[in-house]
């Protein structure tokens, strides 16, 4: 399985974990250090190109990654074990975020303000080197759409990859570096030692993943003094209201809920059904078991294996949990028996809503149903978890999506659709355990990337 001591870091296939795919030295504290002194210098270089060089060099990057968008489909599927349509959907994604960017570099940067004779303006610029701490689950768009924006913004970057992506980590900075100035833009392979070190050297850390780690990276560089930008986890509720379009809400939530083993931060992993669930629950249970299971590399799979093998005990510990406290599996709830880290996608009612599946994140293919007498109980439910990603309501009636949406606690709100999906040129980010600093993507990216310099200037 894939595991990472403070030397090395070891990724493997999860749906072959005999294929490992890499293995890298971690780097070290010195290293790390190294490479943001070398970063620091190209930056400097970095911003004294014309801005139209800079958009020119993100475009020939853009340009290198679509060049090799089937290399890197085929290199997600084997290491992360996303399912194919996905996978070539996140490498075109990657690619869009890229030119998305790319462009920002010749956007406005900054405003004027009315001035007692001279000028008064307020100027963005770049914080110097931004470190990146990412997650595996989405192990190009995630690293791209953070890097893009600091890049376009004019900062250096140190990328910390997940151990378990590390090599398409590895590969999308080979492909961005020759557009670029040497050392702009480095790749340190390594855990949670390295990603320290990333955050103890660096001017700006944008991190995503778990809430734990998350809440250490915020702490360190609030000591530190230097900007920090958490991404974490989170507990997505679909609420389904009677006037809903059954079949439509069954799939969409089946597929959000399942799609690549439930490995996303914005899945359903909660289902709350106003009135009476039977027939929603049926509707449920059938779309979740006609989802295509099998190995991520074969056309029409939507859910493959989990990462690693302590994944899949994560989601089994909690299916044994559900059972010992009188709930029910609707479906699934256990292993596949077959090569890999294949789990059953796991459909789960008949427990509290203050019970642990119905309150922590076990990113895995495992989702909860819960009943609600009434609207209003629906939103209680929803919001009363600790983390708020990321939400959906169901529903015919605009004036009911418009009512519910703006009340539940998430940072992401979608009416009739899946809680998963994001669209990388609007805002994106929670609200409480699950976000910390501003939001990611789209034009809000510049708040983080530069700090702004308010100059007056006056006639000699
Ligand atoms: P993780 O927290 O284990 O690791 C994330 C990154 O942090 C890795 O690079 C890891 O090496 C590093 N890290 C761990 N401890 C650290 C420390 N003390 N200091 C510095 N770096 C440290 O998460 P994961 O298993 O890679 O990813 C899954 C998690 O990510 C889930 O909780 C999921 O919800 C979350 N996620 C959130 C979003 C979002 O945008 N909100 C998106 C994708 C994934």
């Known amino acids: 399985m894939s595991s990472s001591t403070d030397h090395t870091v070891v990724s493997v296939s999860p749906q072959h974990p005999s294929d490992e795919v890499t293995r890298a030295a971690a780097a070290s504290p010195e290293q790390v250090r190294a490479a943001a002194e070398t970063a620091r210098a190209a930056q400097r270089e970095w911003v004294d190109m014309p801005p139209v060089s800079r958009a020119g060099a993100l475009h020939d990057a853009a340009g290198a990654v679509e ?55 307020a100027r963005h610029r770049p914080r110097g080197v931004a470190g990146l701490i990412t997650p ?45 100035p040497d050392g702009l833009l480095s790749v340190l392979p390594g855990g949670a030692g390295t990603g320290e070190a990333v955050v103890e050297a660096v001017d700006a850390v944008s991190f995503t993943g ?28 679909s609420i389904v209201l009677p006037d809903a379009d059954v079949r439509h809400a069954a799939a969409t939530i089946a597929s959000a809920a399942m799609g690549y083993a439930g490995q996303k931060c914005t899945a359903t992993s909660r289902v709350v059904v106003v009135g009476d669930p039977a027939e929603f629950t049926a509707a449920l249970v059938d779309a979740v078991e006609e989802l295509k299971v099998d190995d991520p590399a074969r056309a029409g799979v939507q859910v493959g294996p989990v990462i690693t093998e302590a994944a899949r005990a994560t989601v089994l510990d909690a299916v044994a949990r559900v059972r ?135 006639s000699a």
Not at 90 to 114: C, F, K, M, N
Not at 348 to 366: C, K, M, N, W, Y
């Open 67 to 121: 060049g090799a968008a089937a290399e890197l489909t085929a290199l997600m599927v084997r290491e992360a074990g996303k399912p194919i349509g996905e996978s070539t959907g996140e490498v075109a994604r990657s690619v869009a975020i890229l030119r998305y960017y790319a462009q920002q570099v010749l956007d406005p940067d900054g405003e004027t303000y009315p001035s007692a004779g001279g000028l008064l303006m």
């Open 210 to 237: 778990s809430v734990a780690a998350g809440e250490t990276v915020r702490v360190a560089a609030a000591r530190r003094g230097v900007p920090a930008q958490c991404e974490m986890g989170g507990q997505n509720p």
């Open 324 to 458: 010992s406290d009188g709930g029910r599996v609707l479906t699934g709830g256990h292993a596949l028996d077959r090569e890999g880290f294949f789990v059953a996608p796991t459909l789960i009612d008949r427990v509290r809503p203050s019970h642990v599946a119905a309150q922590e994140e076990v990113f895995g293919p495992f989702c909860v149903v819960l009943p609600a007498g009434s609207v209003q109980e629906a939103v209680q439910l929803a919001n009363g978890v600790r983390y708020g990603l990321a939400a959906a309501v169901f529903t015919a009636d605009l004036g009911a999506a418009l009512e519910v949406s703006g009340r539940l606690d998430a940072g992401l709100v979608k009416v009739n659709a899946p809680t998963s999906g994001v669209d990388f040129y609007a805002p994106f980010g929670g609200e409480k355990s699950s976000s910390y600093g501003p939001r990611e993507q789209g034009k809000a990216a510049r708040d983080f990337y530069t700090s702004v310099h308010t100059v007056t200037v006056m």
């Open 136 to 180: 595996w689950n989405f192990p190009a768009a995630i690293p791209l759409w953070k890097a893009a924006p600091a890049l376009a913004y004019g900062n250096g970057v140190l990328l910390k990859p997940a151990p378990e992506a590390t090599a398409m980590a590895q590969r999308l900075v080979e492909l961005l570096g020759p557009a670029l």
